[in-house]
């Protein structure tokens, strides 16, 4: 992967690591996976301070110790194979130097068993090389002392505003040798392996930011609980705040929930929230029929700004409450039955009969 960087509408450098294999050697085709810097980079510091913190690094010394002395094991078995390996080879040549001339074929026979007992020994001496080269370097007492004082205070240094990104960089490749990536499908989700110096990996899941909600891995599942609650109903708020509270979050860089996203789904998905009918008669209105705006369209299956209409236009008997902040209508069982009558009359009705019948008089004209 290639690091890329670009300037957003904030104007600020912000940096990304771009998969370009086949742009590169190809000269063709889009970037197999983006994986945003801070991302990717938050989770490599966060392993690295772990590793190098002074619980971690007692436990790595420790391992250190133990595996130095696997390979103290293993060393002693590969001085035996080659020592036995030298062995084989003098003992042919103190046969074939012992072999009588004028015996030649016993003579070329020892001869060639001496050359395959060399050849042997200098094969196991070439592979013994090559394992003590890879073999680490053992620390002496003082160096373990320096590193665990260091580790006590690598966290401070690294946030230091001191320490320079270079400084960063130089103790990231002295740790780590190789770091592989792979974006799990489409999702926030990032499989991460980090090789050590040493040889030694691990592995995890870095989170990056994605672009939309269904790239997250786990949108079903929220979507269920969002549809669970909603039906409930629980308000977008409160939606909002109890996947806040399970720990969900949204892509892009947010962290948290907010009405609006949460409003956004349920009218996306077609979410059925349930929406409760106000009462005939509201608070405050005590009187036998008495009923106010909403009480009476819920009773009439009407809007309330048909409700407002009727009232302005004189065709209910309606007051003021005492208090000033909303109408009373009065409304007997009478009345209520001219008022359904009314709305079952179909739009225009009043207007219509104004040409046509000139002798009615109308109420006045249909707000419908």
């Known amino acids: 992967m290639v ?9 600020t450098t912000v940096h990304g690591y771009v998969c370009a294999y086949l742009p590169i050697n190809y000269g063709t085709g889009d970037p197999c996976q983006h994986i945003a810097g801070p991302a990717l980079d ?9 590793a190098l913190a002074p619980a971690g690094l007692e436990v790595s010394l420790s391992a250190a110790a133990q595996a130095e002395a696997e390979r103290a094991t293993v060393d002693k ?8 390996a030298r062995y084989d080879a003098d003992r042919a040549r103190r046969q074939y130097q012992l072999a009588e001339p004028e015996n030649r074929l016993v003579v070329r026979q020892l001869e060639k068993d001496w050359e395959t007992a060399l050849a042997e020994a200098d094969r196991l001496d070439g592979d013994y090389q090559r394992f003590r080269d890879t073999r680490p370097a053992t620390l002496t007492p003082a160096e373990r002392d320096a590193i665990r004082t260091l580790a006590e205070h690598l966290p401070a240094v690294w946030h230091a505003p001191t320490t320079s ?43 990056r930011p994605v672009g939309r909600m269904d790239q997250l891995s786990y949108f079903p599942r929220m979507l269920a609980r969002i549809t669970e609650l909603a039906e409930a109903g629980h308000s977008t708020r409160q939606i ?31 979410i059925r929230v349930p929406t409760t009918r106000a009462k005939p008669s509201a608070s405050g209105v005590t009187g036998a029929h008495e009923w106010s705006v909403t009480g009476l369209a819920a009773v009439l299956g009407m809007p309330t700004a048909s409700v407002y209409n009727w009232i302005y236009r004189g065709w209910v008997t309606a007051r003021h409450h005492p208090d000033g902040k909303y109408w ?20 225009g009705y009043y207007t219509r009969a104004r040409w046509t019948q000139p002798s009615a008089q109308p109420e006045g004209d249909d707000p419908r």
Do not use: C, M
Not at 245 to 260: H, I, S, Y
């Open 77 to 84: 078995v590969w001085r035996q194979r080659l020592e036995r």
């Open 42 to 50: 938050a989770y490599v510091t966060g392993q690295v301070l772990t």
């Open 3 to 11: 690091v890329r960087y670009h300037s957003p509408a904030s104007r």
């Open 240 to 270: 909002a705040d109890r996947l806040n509270d399970e720990g969900l979050k949204p892509p892009k860089r947010t962290t948290r929930f907010g009405p609006a996203q949460v409003r956004h789904l349920i009218n996306q998905h077609g």
């Open 328 to 347: 009373i209508i009065t409304a007997d069982d009478a009345e209520l039955q001219r008022l359904r009558e009314r709305r079952a009359r179909p739009p």
């Open 165 to 207: 990104i270079d400084d960063r960089k130089e103790i990231l490749r002295t740790v780590i040798e190789k770091i592989t990536v792979a974006v799990v499908a489409d999702s926030e989700l990032v499989d991460v392996t980090i090789r050590w110096a040493g040889g030694h990996e691990t592995t995890g899941q870095a989170t």
